[in-house]
C-alpha cells in the first residue's frame, strides 16, 4: 500500500479555506491576544526591574552595547551587512505571510503554521538589528537596564516560539505521511489553533522567566558589553552575586524547553522514515521525503547553531561564539524563506500570482497548453 502526504489541492478543497475564514480570523485573533499578554507581562517584568533599579539593589547603571569591534572600517562593514539582511529578512518573511494569507491552496495547518514561524522570525530581527544599526551609526551606544531586560526578554521567548512552532510542524509532517486517510480530521483546524496557542503561551511564559531573574542579581564591574544586543551569555558575565543559581537555572531550563521540541521532532521523523521505507514506488518515496527537506534543513541550521553556541560551559565562551549568536540571530530568519520557498511549487504559485497577479496566470496557462 502506498504512503503518500495528501496533496495542497485536496486539502484546500477539504478545509474550504480563504482569507476570511474562521481558521485564519482565530488565528489573527491568537496572535493579537498573545501580543497584548506578552506586552502586559514585560510591563510588569520592568515595573520589577525598575523598583530594584531605584533601590539600588541590582547596581546597575545603563550598558554600553560597544559590538564585536571598535575599528570604525569593521563598523561600517557590518552596519551594512547587517542592514541587507534585515532588509532581505523583511521582505522575504513579508512575502512569505501575504502569500499564505492570500492564496486559498496554502490554507492548511503546514502552511499555517510556517506563516507563524515567518512572524516570529520578522519580529526577531525586528527586535535586534534597527537598535544595532542605530548603534553602530552613532557615539551614544548606551541601553538602558530596562532596554537590556526587554531585549533579552523578545530574544529569548521568540526563540523559544521558533523551536516550538517547529516541532509543531515536525507533527504535522507525521500525521501527513503516516495517517493520510486521517489528516483532515487529525489536524483539524481547532487542534492548530490549540497547538499555537499552547506554543504562544509557553513562549510568553518562559522568556518572561529569565528577564525576572536577572532582576535578582547583582551586576558588578565594568557595565561595556562587548556585543551588538543584550544576550543572556554576555550578561551573565558581569553578574557578581548568586553566580551559581544564575549560571545552573538559564541552563537546566533552556535543556528542557529546547530539547524537548528536539525529541518530538527526532521521534516524528523516526515514524516518518519508517513508513517512507514501507512505499514501494522510489517516485512516491521522493515525493513523501520531500515534504519533510525544508522542515530538517530549517531544523538543522536552528539547532546546529544553537547547540553550537550554547552547549558549552560560560567559562569558554569567546568572541567566536559572540559572532555565531549574531549570525544565528540573523541567518535563521532571513534563511527560512529561501528554504521554505526553493524548491516548493505551491510557494513559487502563491508568490507569482501575489506578485505578478493575473499575468503571472497568464503565463502559466500558456505553459499549460503548450
Not at 70 to 96: A, D
Not at 137 to 148: F, H, R, T, V
Not at 196 to 217: D, E, I, N, Q, R
Amino acid at each position: 500500500m502506498s504512503v503518500t502526504a495528501p496533496s495542497s489541492e485536496q486539502k484546500g478543497t477539504d478545509y474550504n479555506f480563504n482569507p476570511m475564514t474562521p481558521f485564519y480570523e482565530d488565528n489573527r485573533r491568537l496572535r493579537k491576544k498573545s501580543k497584548a499578554i506578552s506586552k502586559y507581562m514585560l510591563v510588569l517584568m520592568l515595573q520589577t526591574a525598575g523598583k530594584i533599579h531605584g533601590g539600588n539593589q541590582s547596581g546597575v547603571s545603563d550598558f554600553l552595547l560597544l559590538g564585536i569591534s571598535e575599528s570604525p572600517e569593521e563598523q561600517q562593514i557590518l552596519f551594512w551587512m547587517l542592514l541587507s539582511m534585515y532588509l532581505v529578512t523583511v521582505m522575504g518573511n513579508v512575502l512569505i505571510i501575504l502569500a499564505i494569507s492570500f492564496d486559498s491552496h496554502l490554507h492548511t495547518p503546514m502552511y499555517l503554521f510556517l506563516a507563524n514561524l515567518s512572524f516570529t522570525d520578522l519580529f526577531s530581527v525586528a527586535n535586534m538589528i534597527p537598535k544595532t544599526l542605530v548603534n553602530l551609526q552613532s557615539q551614544n551606544k548606551a541601553i538602558s537596564y530596562a532596554g537590556c531586560l526587554t531585549q533579552l526578554y523578545f530574544l529569548v521567548s521568540l526563540v523559544t516560539l521558533d523551536s516550538l512552532i517547529l516541532a509543531t510542524m515536525a507533527y504535522d509532517r507525521y500525521v501527513a505521511i503516516c495517517c493520510p486517510l486521517r489528516y483532515i480530521t487529525a489536524m483539524s483546524p481547532g487542534l492548530c489553533i490549540l497547538l499555537l496557542t499552547l506554543c504562544w503561551a509557553l513562549s510568553v511564559l518562559y522568556g518572561l522567566f529569565l528577564p525576572l531573574l536577572m532582576t535578582k542579581v547583582t551586576f558588578c564591574g565594568s557595565r561595556r558589553i562587548q556585543y551588538i544586543f543584550c544576550e543572556m551569555y554576555i550578561l551573565l558575565r558581569h553578574i557578581c552575586s548568586n553566580t551559581q543559581v544564575i549560571h545552573t537555572v538559564p541552563i537546566t531550563t533552556g535543556c528542557f524547553i529546547f530539547f524537548t521540541p528536539l525529541g518530538i521532532m527526532v521521534m516524528s521523523y523516526v515514524w516518518i522514515v519508517r513508513a517512507i521505507l514501507q512505499i514501494p514506488s522510489a517516485s512516491s518515496k521522493y515525493k513523501a521525503f520531500s515534504t519533510c527537506g525544508s522542515h530538517l534543513a530549517v531544523v538543522s541550521l536552528f539547532y546546529g547553531i544553537l547547540g553550537m553556541v550554547y552547549l558549552q560551559p560560560l567559562k569558554t565562551h569567546s568572541m567566536k561564539d559572540s559572532v555565531a549568536t549574531m549570525m544565528y540571530a540573523v541567518l535563521t530568519p532571513m534563511m527560512n524563506p529561501f528554504i521554505y520557498s526553493l524548491r516548493n511549487k505551491d510557494m513559487h504559485g502563491a508568490l507569482g500570482r501575489l506578485l505578478l497577479g493575473k499575468a503571472f496566470q497568464r503565463l502559466t496557462g500558456r505553459k499549460l497548453r503548450h
